[in-house]
């Protein structure tokens, strides 16, 4: 019987791998039978797929270049570059804003107050329910009815609001200090790779990074007016700055949902236990509410900052150059949409892959530390 049986799934294991190799097969034929139409199609039209445009210079202008320089002589990948620096920085800001800000809201959700409770429910209900492109539109033009630079608001100290846009105080750091925090966070990140030897580069590249603060003095430069502009400081766009608060509020009424389900989650008993042995209400929520609760909600923590990721595109409906609007841009300009489509589709897709990974990672060492005792 039990050789029966072994013949039995020695049958179905081949005939299963055949079925597999089969249907694997079908679809690469019907991928390539596609692809050598549009191919065809578009050489009938006059119409050659490459990437050479790259290289072309751009010649157009961009407004908001993060970190990199860019002018109109400049390449075509280098505008595309730019714009996929602006969508990345967006992107990132706004996954930890959205986070901290979800974090704070949903927690103000489970509040005893009614008043506190209901009106956190009040602002998630609102913005849950309206459309992100409305909101975006409703900052942009908000911010563009700010006062003028030499009426700014100043809301903080270094801080200025006006319809130039956000400005902030910023500290301008050697390149040897960067270069330290780098080596710093790349040796922790890699310490079990490197074993001893990332933990010894990370505490010797953290103090000569202190060591070197305290040598040189660094520089914190903060925004004045200087006729009718600011100078000095950092200033962020209107137009990004519009689009980081619509992308954060948004997403950030979503995660406060998560938020408040992940900590209802918790099993009354572990909170009971807590308030048992004296530990105060906020102590039950830092030591024992919030870390059960962390393990239920990074996994939807993770979807949300894909969708914000890819909410981002909107930002061409205010005109911020993210890799959307650059890449129409080239598009338009060079008669390369297929490309430009297909590597709107990759970079999206890879900053996508890069966000839930990083976070998918954090939630792989949280489950590690062991399933909490019930």
């Known amino acids: ?80 570059l730019v714009g996929l620096l602006n969508t990345a920085l967006v992107s990132a800001l706004g996954c930890v804003l959205a986070i901290a800000l979800g974090f704070f809201v949903g927690v103000l959700r489970l ?7 209901g009106l956190a429910r009040a602002g998630v209900e609102v913005l849950r329910n309206t459309p992100l492109l409305l909101l975006l539109l409703l900052l942009a033009a908000s911010w563009h009815g700010l006062p003028r630079a030499e009426r700014a608001l100043h809301p903080a100290p270094g801080v200025f609001l006006s319809d130039r846009g956000l400005m902030l105080p910023v500290i301008r750091v050697s390149g040897l200090t960067v270069w330290l925090g780098v080596a710093t966070l790349a040796a922790v990140v890699l310490r079990r790779a490197l074993g001893r030897l990332g933990w010894r580069v990370a505490v010797m590249a953290a103090v000569a990074g202190v060591v070197w603060l305290v040598v040189r003095r660094q520089v914190v430069q903060v925004a004045r007016l200087d006729g009718f502009n600011f100078t000095g400081g ?5 137009e990004f700055a519009a689009l980081l608060a619509a992308l954060v509020l948004h997403q ?83 008669g390369h949409n297929v490309e430009t489509m297909l590597m709107m589709m990759v970079l999206y897709l890879s900053l996508s892959f890069a966000a839930a990974g990083a976070l998918n990672r954090y939630n792989t060492a949280v489950l590690a530390r062991g399933a909490p005792a019930k």
Do not use: Y
């Open 111 to 117: 509040s005893p107050n009614p008043a506190v409770g």
């Open 252 to 334: 950030s009424a979503h995660i406060s949902e998560v938020v408040r389900g992940a900590i209802l989650a918790v099993p009354r008993g572990q909170r009971d236990a807590a308030r048992a042995l004296g530990l105060s209400r906020l102590q039950v929520l830092r030591l024992v509410t919030v870390p059960l609760a962390l393990r239920a909600m990074m996994p939807l923590l993770a979807t949300n900052c894909v969708s914000l990721i890819k909410n981002s595109s909107l930002a061409v409906a205010v005109g911020f150059p993210d890799v959307v609007s650059v890449l129409n841009t080239v598009g338009n300009q060079t």
């Open 1 to 80: 019987m039990e050789g029966c049986s072994t013949r039995r799934r020695s049958a179905d294991s081949v005939r299963d791998a055949i079925l597999q190799g089969l249907a694997l097969g079908l679809t690469v034929t019907a991928l390539w039978w596609l692809g050598h139409n549009a191919v065809a199609s578009l050489e009938r039209h006059g119409i050659s797929l490459g990437f050479g445009f790259l290289r072309q210079p751009a010649n157009f202008a961009i407004g908001d270049t993060a970190w990199l320089s860019f002018s109109p002589e400049n390449s075509v990948g280098r505008a595309i």
């Open 234 to 238: 950092t200033t962020l766009s209107p």
